[in-house]
């Protein structure tokens, strides 16, 4: 009995000693970089410690965050040193920490790094049994890794099961995460209809809970996307709610889509007003900020006052130039100078400047040619250099201008190339994306249904009866109007035609007599073309009232009076681009009835699915050069 006694004593002084010996090391370990010699140093006395403590304290430092590639590798190295000698709770740790730091490399770049943490997930949903908690990561990290491995068909499905829970369990942080990575991912498909709901809810969570960070990135997002999609109005609107917070409105992308806005709602006064702010408090050479500040004197034709900003820029990019070469490096001209060189030199080239015109041209030449990726540096490309060749072409150098619409042509064919490929990859997989809706609305709906099914058949049997009485007036009601129609359809024809006799109003109803004359107001005598129409100012002139001019539009048009009114200002449009690909884009929303270019933006989208200047770029690239060299040659 007395050496049982003993034994324990020198047992639990041994305890307490390995104990002691494992703070102070982990005390140690935490004050000490991970990548330097003392730490490597202090890694000899955790060797040296019992199993189960050794494991214990290098899953302690696999926690640390680490900034740099080398210290995550290392927390790798470690965690796979004690991998096979842990078991049960702590070997599920390291795995956890192993797919975690796999996660980590891969932001870093590292590459074929998600493989590894696909297979450590797949080692832990085969083997351990994890919690809520622990799902929810593995989840997240798993979602990732897929998307980087290819496999986006396997990435929104996680991700809507994850928010679904996170909703269920109140967890508005990780509610917002979610709504933010799946909106990113629509983004990455041009889907900005199924984004910006997202961006939206996003950003009343963070305000209605205070969480900072996602009020910044969905408040910056937002913004963002409105702007690309052609909401001006409301990007502004968002943003001068969030202006207030300099964190959010300090941020450089946010505010140049602000600019952007102004300028789009042809308000360069607001623009500039906003940029001089930005002029005196920002720091650094400001030839960006310059630059933006003469296109908004450009946009007004005022020659004198973009000069001195223009002018500006330029001085600063050459002391920036001449501090480069003091250093042994080339300066190269920022890409922000093409916009605002070329708009310069078409104004100077408009006001009769042609030798002023010429050099503004040429100091943005290299740029119009230099090879690039991205779609909008593209068509700023195919825009500069069919006005430079234009100018060429006038001024009678034809073999340049000849040289610059080959070069357009090229970029064109390479801008509508990557187009049509990105087009159809992205249809392909917004279609996956409609379907895994479809399914998790079937799913939900099944459910819905197995949990009210008796209430459900209780309102089926009550709405039958009353479906029955109303599909018997329905029927009469689409048999009259069927007949209407195929009237109407017939007199339209006639009326295309010039066969319409007087006497054929007769025979119509009164709402058809008022559609007929509506449309002859409005198109044919182009009352689509007055910015101030309304449906009231139609009725009106038609002298009938609001109420039966709607009805009568809708009842043989299928659609309301403003969707009707926008398809003829749209034709119209488009007719005025095939007529004159050369025509301002700027001067196109007035020409064809809208108040505002946002307006015109959107119903131009709608219609035809893309912007305007993507539907003129698509319209030059059906000109063919030998056209073009025959014209050129019998000028000559």
Request: glycine share 4%; hydrophobic share 40%; with cysteine.
């Amino acid at each position: 009995m007395k050496n049982f006694y003993l034994f324990l004593f020198l047992f639990l002084c041994g305890a307490c000693s390995n104990l002691g010996i494992k703070n102070s090391l982990d005390i140690e370990l935490s004050k000490m970089p991970i990548l330097s010699a003392s730490f490597d140093s202090l890694l000899s006395g955790v060797r040296n410690l019992p199993v189960q403590d050794r494991v214990a304290c290098m899953i302690k430092i696999s926690y640390r965050d680490e900034e740099e590639i080398d210290g995550v590798k290392k927390q790798e190295r470690l965690l796979m040193e004690v991998l096979p000698l842990s078991s049960g709770k702590k070997r599920k740790k390291v795995l956890l920490q192993l797919v975690t730091i796999c996660s980590n490399l891969d932001r870093f770049g590292v590459p074929n790094v998600y493989l590894k943490g696909l297979k450590w997930i797949e080692i832990l949903e085969t083997n351990y049994s994890l919690s809520q908690k622990e799902e929810w990561q593995v989840n997240e990290i798993k979602a990732l890794l897929l998307n980087r491995a290819g496999h986006q068909e396997e990435f929104l499905p996680i991700w809507y099961k994850l928010l679904k829970q996170y909703r269920e369990a109140d967890r508005a942080e990780d509610v917002g995460k979610c709504l933010l990575t799946i909106a990113s991912h629509f983004v990455m498909l041009e889907d900005y209809d199924n984004a910006l709901p997202l961006y939206k809810e996003a950003y009343q969570l963070a305000l209605e809970h205070d969480f900072v960070d996602l009020q910044k990135a969905s408040g910056i997002s937002l913004i963002k996307y409105l702007c690309v999609t052609g909401y001006y109005s409301d990007a502004l609107e968002y943003y001068n709610k969030i202006k207030n917070n300099q964190e959010i409105a300090s941020n450089t992308s946010m505010q140049n889509e602000v600019v952007k806005s102004y300028m789009e709602l042809n308000k360069p006064d607001s623009a500039r007003i906003y940029l001089a702010a930005r002029l005196l408090s920002e720091k650094g050479d400001k030839i960006v900020l310059n630059c933006m500040m003469a296109e908004t004197y450009i946009t007004e034709e005022l020659e004198d006052s973009a000069f001195v900003f223009l002018d500006r820029a330029m001085k600063s990019y050459k002391e920036k130039a001449k501090n480069y070469q003091k250093k042994g490096k080339e300066a190269i001209l920022p890409n922000c100078f093409l916009s605002p060189c070329y708009s310069f030199a078409d104004l100077l080239w408009k006001k009769g400047k042609i030798q002023q015109a010429s050099q503004y041209y040429m100091i943005v030449e290299p740029l119009m040619k230099e090879m690039v990726k991205t779609p909008v540096r593209m068509e700023l490309q195919i825009k500069a250099l069919t006005n430079f060749s234009s100018f060429c072409r006038e001024t009678k150098q034809y073999e340049k201008a000849l040289d610059l619409l080959a070069r357009r042509d090229s970029v064109l064919q390479t801008y509508l190339e990557f187009k049509a490929k990105n087009d159809k990859k992205n249809y392909a997989e917004r279609l996956k994306i409609q379907e895994l809706k479809h399914e998790l609305n079937e799913s939900e709906d099944v459910n819905r249904i197995n949990t009210h099914v008796a209430a459900i058949c209780i309102f089926l049997l009550v709405i039958s009866v009353a479906a029955t009485f109303k599909s018997i007036s329905m029927y009469r009601k689409l048999k009259k109007q069927g007949a209407v129609n195929y009237r109407l359809q017939g007199m339209i024809k006639k009326c295309d035609e010039g066969d319409m006799p007087e006497s054929h109003s007769v025979s119509m109803d009164q709402y058809e007599l008022l559609f007929w004359q509506a449309l002859h107001k409005v198109r044919d005598e182009q009352y689509f073309l007055k910015s101030d129409l309304t449906i009231e100012t139609l009725a009106d002139v038609l002298n009938t009232n609001r109420s039966y001019l709607s009805v009568s539009i809708n009842r043989f048009c299928d659609k309301g009076f403003s969707v009707w009114l926008n398809n003829f200002r749209i034709q119209y449009a488009e007719q005025l681009m095939r007529e004159n690909p050369s025509i301002a884009l700027k001067d196109l929303p007035e020409q064809c009835g809208y108040a505002t270019a946002g307006t015109f933006v959107r119903n131009f989208k709608r219609c035809h699915n893309m912007s305007p200047s993507e539907f003129m770029n698509k319209i030059l690239i059906e000109q063919t050069l030998p056209k073009v060299e025959k014209t050129f040659l019998t000028t000559r």
